[in-house]
Nanobody
């Protein structure tokens, strides 16, 4: 199993930046592609970004392209989500997740999940 713990969330003004971290333990991180999802109140859990096993490729939701960057450091067992130019509509709980099989864009494709970290962007 893989344990995932997110951190770095908080309250920020529109236009600001945050960097989320996802610390992992258990199985070797490089065995998993990693993703970030988010869920706003009353809404489904939506795909944000994903990164391949060694970080050579990534993909993003259209709503965050050019503003968010996913990265990973397998040596530190950590995945990051750098979020710039934040907007109020980015407000949500952000989750990281591990997928053995690929960089999926659907939540059901992921095998392990963290508990989430709250990001709130004020106007």
């Amino acid at each position: 199993q893989v344990q995932l713990v997110e951190s770095g969330g908080g309250l920020v003004q529109a236009g600001g930046s945050l960097r989320l971290s996802c610390a992992t333990s258990g199985r070797t991180l490089s065995n998993y592609a990693m993703g970030w999802f988010r869920q706003a109140p009353g809404k489904e859990r939506d795909f944000v970004a994903a990164i391949s096993w060694y970080g050579s490729s990534s993909n993003y939701a259209d709503s965050v392209k050019g503003r968010f960057t996913i990265s990973r450091d397998n040596g530190k067992n950590t995945v990051y989500l750098q979020m710039n130019s934040l907007k109020p509509e980015d407000t949500a709980i952000y989750y990281c997740a591990a997928d053995r099989h690929g960089m999926g864009k659907r939540a059901y494709e992921y095998d392990y999940w963290g508990q989430g970290t709250q990001v709130t962007v004020s106007a």
